[in-house]
């Protein structure tokens, strides 16, 4: 027994096949997976087997003389033949050169008491012979036959078939429809044998030759190789016998029989995923894509407006520690509205928003890994396409909630108070106190001229009084002014501070959509290329 | 005779079976019946016994209540008597005292019965019934006599309406026709009658192939022919044609009494016997022998057949506007049946019913190569067909007659489908028909070869079909090397299971194989249970001019004279096969009702997947609305951003003179964006979750739910559109909402003045915060609108957004619906109709 030399094609499109067989499960029709993978156990044990021997099965309707036709070739009455149909119920195999070919009678299933063996060299001229395996099939048309698949088992497993035809039988719909249409492909391992050619005249043997060779035509057998034969007068049996010899000496009838199996079932395949655009579709997913859908989260959670919010509410407090207090003393002299309303607490408690709160929307980041999956499996089969969006939605139950707990760790608290706001608000009551000052100044100069307080002669001065007031006023002026800039300087802190949470947002949310969108989607886009790639090397 | 004793007794049947079985059974039964017998128990009369007793003595062993309720009606002995003695001493009765017992009395218990008798026979029946309807069938048999028996099974009727017989009767015709009713008020001595009409029929409403035999012990015992009832379920296993053909021939006898008996039941209602009785004999026993009722098979009284028309025709109108819209599984198969069916009824039936004393068609059918063309050139001693060694090679039906009879084929409504024409020409089309005159063949009986059965031209199968569901006589050919072929014995599956007349010719036989041959076929045939079919054997021959030499068809020529001699049979045979096609209605029309049936539930079902898919979707969605989880991401933001930059402070102003509140809008603008995206993703993602839901339910369902749901497994391209407008609408509502109607609360109002876009904003915030009412926005809308006019807001503006969702997914899923318009609209009251118009035919019959 020896490794069967396949072509180099084979073994690549076996294994291309093993892919697809693998990725297959969820993808492909379960029939159709089910087949492929049997065509590839078929064609390892196959290849494991003898190369030395060619499998030729006998195979035919019941009443068209395979048991007949068996012995002819055989030259000895192997096969019981007789009138009752139907006549063959067991696979009778005949063996010419017997070394290693148990094992290949043990995976077809041919019982023992069943095979027989020719010692090839040793018979007359037929050592061209040495290496058939011819199995004589129970018939696949029968009521019998309904119930009993064993025929159809081993037309599928040899290496070679014999169609055996006769003049009653040969447009048979069960042998056409069920067998040679789907033999486009299988020339080269199909033979047919019309048989009984014994109860024609030579006129009528050559109108039939002629109209099945043009049914088989149009049924996809674009070479049929039909051979007249008759197992009772043994006509035509040795012109089968050489085209047996031939297929047995060249030794590549299981190869060409998994070629054409493997072709037809690539073929099949084809039809249900075209490999066609869709090698071009991603593998991955690209920069621009994940940016849209990092876009896409940080809508989803708000991070532009929990910028804006955390700038504004930044201003707005500010104005407590940096603010002129004048003029918020004046404002709070205002009635207020929520006074009115006895609601005073509610601006308390919007007072003690101490953090702004940072949370995904779950319908939104949805909507975001949708789009993703959308984009990415534009043109894809459906199935791929439905693959691929479940990928994609392979965590999105938890993204909200990992969204959510991420970015609160960065959001900014409210009530942060920074040191030079304190720095401001120092300098503004320093400004507070000395406009008092002044304002006593003013008040001591004017109202008690002259009676000054001990030892500060400068209070008493009249004179100094314009300077003062010229003093106070520029001291409001500076207030006023300082409380202008301060805000400034306020807002510019918070949109730089808005800056930096946005980017460190952005990062946070483009780390999470990476582990838990990207890689399952990219993943899958793999799956789907390998597919595909795998399809195209089977179809080589 | 009391129930509860009976109930007592059937609780344990089994037991009482075991103990009483050995003595009866060794004394008369053969013992390979015995256990089959038993294990038959649910349906005993699937196969009547082949001994004489047995039928009776089954439902005296296994049904103690029937055994008492015959034993009752008995006038001899113990019929009153306590029942328990009366059973068991019944069943150790040896057997032959039986028949006496039994059959002697019931006929003058049933004309003559006097009223008073009935009261006992009910009560021991009644309890059976209540014990449980597998009882009912074994009892039977027993029955029979009893008229109500067949009705026990289909008629659910509450017991006390069967305490009369009189009752009885007329009880199942109320429940079933106004026709039949009417007929039996006035038929004068209807208890007889009636009970034999509505046993058969309502016995073919069981309508399954399992049928044949359990008419067979029936029938006879209805009819006054007592002896012979017994042999008859015999003879229909066993030894068919001799022995039965006595048996009918008393029957016919005792149609003749009956008709004189029920000379006043109207013309129609007495015919329906005669076709019921003939019928019976064609579906169960397609070999009974001709010869019996010959003037009722070949002439129907006019108003019969005119009954039978006008079903017939209403059958044709429900089949014709059947539509099988969705591919269901089955549905090709449908709208096959529904061609074949409207083809037989045009073809066929219809013609038939209409001029029933036409010659006889007997339709040539075979696998290709058997020789069907040479037979037909052969019997007609003229090359009628073309024969030749290609497969296959007849394509276009011949139909040989005599020309006597060729003007009936040439114009008749028979096949009246077909174009007709003279001889082949390559450019006839599919649907015609070569008639050809020949003297050789005998008057009223006509050949007509068909294309094969089983080659690879597979619209030969079409036709070859169709020209069998015209016959009325089946010529099967096949050959020694093909009589084991699987679709040759699908064929003759079908012919059994049609009734059809059938006669088979097993054509290539080898001399010298022959004996063999032959005997394994006829062994397989009659493992079929078409063993006793007429069969003629034709050897393999020289075949000269595509003609067998004619000793080799000497046997179907006789055949054939004999048929066309004897027209009583011939007619009986049409009859037959009539009756066969009609009694197969049974089956084939329902199956058609059925399909239809399960496409409008299939529709339904799948409407009912849309529904509930947006319907859970809506669900989500207001869930959504509830719990708070629409405030979140940039709303919330937002939100924050209007509270704390002071926007919320700001909204609120004190009433002044004139001093309107104004402020920047451009972060409420904001707010009412991020609220509306918010919304909108809430609505794209239920809509998008419930097309796919639709979707994954249509694919579970069926390939055909996948189909038609392949591009629909996303919300429509103006989803989005229609959703931001719809919410911008309903925003636009609320605010109308809260400047009108918000305004209650005039110790509010006098003090502050609001902004309406504003305070819509924080009242819809309130709305989807859901939970208690603490927050701010809660508060503060409280404050300012008052909890009365807060809550008829709330409640308006939330049924407002609903129902502009609502009518956002009702557009939605009225693509699903359309897709499923699209693929036709099943008719509902379709079915009913067929079911009704196979009633009508079978009350009609």
Not at chain 1, 54 to 74: D, I
Not at chain 2, 246 to 269: D, F, I, M, N, V
Not at chain 2, 700 to 727: K, M, Q, T
Request: charged share 25%; proline share 7%.
């Amino acid at each position: 027994m020896s490794t069967v030399t396949t072509k180099p094609g084979l073994a690549q499109r076996l294994a291309a096949l093993t892919k697809i067989v693998e990725l297959g499960p969820g993808r492909l029709e379960p029939k159709l997976l089910a087949e492929a993978s049997t065509l590839l156990n078929r064609a390892g044990e196959r290849l494991k087997l003898s190369s030395e021997h060619t499998v030729v099965a006998l195979a035919g309707g019941t009443g068209s003389g395979k048991s007949s036709l068996f012995n002819a070739l055989s030259g000895l009455e192997l096969s019981p033949t007789g009138v009752r149909r139907p006549t063959t119920a067991r696979t009778h195999a005949c063996v010419w050169g017997l070394e290693g070919a148990a094992p290949l009678l043990d995976w077809l299933q041919v019982q023992w008491r069943h095979r027989f063996a020719r010692a090839s060299a040793l018979d007359k001229g037929e050592s061209q012979l040495h290496g058939l395996i011819l199995l004589d099939l129970p018939d696949h048309d029968s009521i019998r036959a309904l119930t009993d698949t064993e025929a159809d088992r081993l037309i599928g497993q040899a290496d070679l078939v014999v169609w055996v035809l006769d003049p009653q039988k040969y447009a048979d719909a069960s042998t056409h429809r069920r067998y040679v249409t789907e033999l486009a492909g299988h020339e080269a391992v199909t033979v047919f044998a019309l048989n009984q050619a014994d109860l024609l005249s030579t006129e009528e043997l050559a109108e039939l030759v002629i109209d099945l060779n043009d049914l088989l035509r149009r049924e996809g057998v674009e070479h049929p190789s039909v051979v007249p034969t008759s197992a009772v007068t043994g006509r035509g049996v040795d012109s089968l016998k050489s085209v047996l010899a031939g297929a047995v000496s060249r030794r590549r009838s299981a190869i060409q029989k998994l070629e054409a199996d493997l072709h037809r079932l690539e073929q099949r395949l084809a039809e249900t995923m075209p490999v066609g655009e869709v090698l071009s579709a991603p593998s991955s997913v690209d920069e621009a894509r994940r940016l849209g859908l990092t876009d896409a989260l940080c809508d989803a959670v708000g991070v532009p407006a929990v910028g804006e919010a955390m700038e504004n509410v930044y201003a707005e407090r500010s104005m407590r520690w940096v603010g002129w207090p004048y003029s918020r003393w004046v404002a709070k002299l205002r009635p207020d509205p929520l006074r009115s309303l006895h609601l005073e607490d509610v601006s308390d408690e919007i007072h003690g928003i101490t953090t702004s709160s940072v949370s995904a929307q779950t319908a939104e980041t949805v909507n975001a890994v949708q789009a993703l999956a959308d984009g990415l499996s534009a043109g894809m089969h459906p199935v791929w396409r439905t693959s691929v969006h479940h990928a994609a939605r392979s965590r999105s139950a938890q993204l909200p909630k990992a969204l959510t707990e991420d970015l609160a760790e960065v959001a900014p608290r409210l009530d942060r108070v920074p040191g030079w706001w304190w720095l401001l608000k120092v300098w503004q009551y320093v400004l507070v106190a000395a406009f008092v000052l002044g304002l006593a100044w003013l008040a001591v100069g004017v109202f008690f001229p002259g009676r000054a307080p001990l030892g500060i002669q400068l209070l008493g001065d009249t004179a100094a009084l314009p300077w003062v007031g010229l003093m106070m006023a520029s001291v409001l002026g500076l207030g006023a002014l300082s409380g202008i800039a301060s805000r400034n300087f306020v807002e510019l802190g918070a949109s730089r501070e808005r800056e930096r949470l946005e980017r460190e947002m952005r990062r946070r949310v483009a780390a999470i959509a990476e582990t838990m969108v990207v890689e399952p989607v990219e993943r899958e886009l793999g799956r789907h290329h390998a597919f595909y790639t795998a399809m195209n090397n089977l179809a080589r | 005779m009391n129930t509860a004793k009976d109930d007592g007794r059937q609780e344990s049947p089994g037991e009482q079976t075991l103990s009483f079985r050995p003595i009866t059974e060794e004394d008369v039964v053969p013992p390979d019946d015995a256990p089959d017998d038993r294990a038959r128990q649910p349906a005993p009369e699937e196969r009547p016994a082949p001994v004489e007793p047995l039928p009776r003595r089954k439902p005296t062993s296994r049904k103690p209540a029937s055994t008492s309720a015959a034993a009752s009606k008995t006038p001899s002995s113990a019929s009153d008597g306590p029942d328990e003695n009366h059973r068991p001493a019944a069943d150790l009765e040896p057997e032959r005292k039986r028949p006496s017992l039994w059959e002697r009395p019931p006929s003058p218990a049933e004309d003559h019965a006097p009223e008073p008798k009935r009261p006992s026979l009910w009560d021991t029946r009644s309890s059976p019934d209540e014990d449980g309807v597998p009882e009912s069938e074994s009892k039977r048999p027993s029955l029979w006599d009893t008229r109500s028996a067949p009705d026990e099974d289909r008629v659910p009727e509450p017991e006390p309406k069967r305490p009369s017989l009189w009752d009885t009767r007329s009880a199942p015709d109320e429940d079933r026709v106004p026709g039949a009713d009417e007929s039996s008020s006035d038929a004068e001595r209807p208890s007889l009658w009636e009970a034999r009409e509505s046993a058969p029929v309502e016995e073919q409403d069981e309508s399954s192939p399992d049928e044949e035999p359990e008419a067979e012990p029936k029938r006879p015992s209805l009819w006054d022919t007592r002896p012979s009832s017994d042999e008859e379920p015999a003879a229909a296993e066993d030894e068919p044609s001799e022995q039965e053909r006595p048996s009918l021939w008393e029957r016919k006898a005792s149609t003749g009494e009956g008709a004189e008996h029920g000379r006043k039941t109207p013309p129609g209602q007495d015919e329906r016997h005669g076709s019921g009785a003939d019928e019976e004999s064609g579906a169960r026993t397609p070999h009974t022998p001709a010869g019996e009722k010959t003037g009722q098979g070949a002439a129907l009284p006019a108003e019969a057949a005119k009954t039978l028309m006008t079903a017939l025709d209403t059958l044709r109108a429900s089949v014709a506007e059947l539509r099988f819209g969705l591919d269901l599984p089955g549905a090709d198969e449908a709208r096959q049946a529904r061609a074949d069916l409207l083809a037989q009824l045009q073809d066929y039936v219809l013609p038939r019913v209409r001029t029933n004393t036409a010659p006889a068609l007997i339709v040539i059918a075979g696998s290709t190569g058997a020789g069907k063309s040479t037979l037909v050139n052969s019997l007609a001693e003229k090359n009628v067909s073309r024969t030749g060694v290609r497969r296959p090679t007849t394509g276009i039906p011949v139909l040989a007659c005599h020309p006597d009879d060729h003007k009936w084929f040439a114009e008749g409504e028979l096949l009246s489908g077909l174009r007709r024409i003279d001889k082949a020409s390559p450019e006839a089309g599919p649907d015609t028909l070569i008639v050809v005159p020949t003297e050789k063949l005998p008057q009223g009986v006509a050949l007509l070869d068909t294309p094969d059965i089983d080659s690879v031209v597979e619209k030969h199968h079409a036709i070859a079909q169709r020209m069998l569901d015209a016959a009325d006589l089946w010529i099967f050919v096949t050959t020694a090397a093909r009589y084991a072929d699987a679709p040759a014995w699908n064929l003759l599956r079908l012919a059994k299971e049609r009734g059809a007349r059938l006669a088979i010719v097993l054509s290539r036989v080898q001399p010298k194989a022959r004996e063999v041959v032959l005997k394994h076929f006829v062994r397989m045939l009659t493992e079929y249970g078409l063993g006793d079919i007429d069969r003629f054997v034709i050897g393999e021959t020289d075949v000269t001019d595509g003609r067998l030499p004619d000793h080799e068809v000497t046997d179907l020529r006789l055949w054939l004279a004999e048929l066309s001699v004897d027209e009583d049979r011939r007619a009986l045979a049409v009859r037959e096969t009539l009756n066969g096609v009609l009694d197969s209605f049974r089956t084939r029309v329902p199956a058609l009702a059925r399909q239809m049936e399960s496409q409008v539930n299939f529709r339904g079902e799948l409407r009912t997947d849309v529904e509930a898919a947006y319907l859970s979707a809506l669900t989500e969605i207001d869930k959504a609305f509830r719990n708070g989880s629409l405030i979140h991401g940039e709303v919330l933001a937002r939100w924050q951003d209007f509270v704390g930059s002071g926007d919320l402070m700001r909204t609120i102003q004190l009433r002044k003179r004139g001093r309107s509140a104004r402020q920047a809008p451009e972060r409420i603008m904001a707010f009412r964006a991020a609220l509306r995206a918010g919304l909108e993703s809430v609505i794209v993602i239920g809509a998008s979750r419930a097309a796919e839901e639709v979707v994954a339910r249509w694919r579970r369902r069926s390939p055909l739910g996948a189909a038609l749901g392949a591009e629909l497994d996303r919300p429509s391209d103006d989803l989005v559109r229609h959703a931001s407008r719809a919410i911008a609408a309903w925003q636009e509502h609320v605010t109308d909402l809260v400047r009108t109607e918000g305004v209650a609360k005039r110790s509010v109002s006098k003090l502050v003045s609001f902004d309406a876009d504003s305070l819509s904003l924080i009242f819809m915030v309130a709305m989807f915060t859901g939970g208690a009412a603490e927050g701010v926005p809660h508060r503060l809308v409280n404050a300012l609108l008052g909890a009365e006019s807060l809550r008829g807001i709330g409640t308006k503006a939330l049924s407002d957004l609903r129902a502009r969702i609502g009518m956002l997914f009702d557009e939605e899923s009225m693509r699903y619906v359309q897709a499923l318009d699209s693929a036709g609209i099943p008719d509902e009251s379709m079915a009913t109709r067929l079911y009704q118009a196979t009633y009508n035919l079978e009350v009609a019959r």
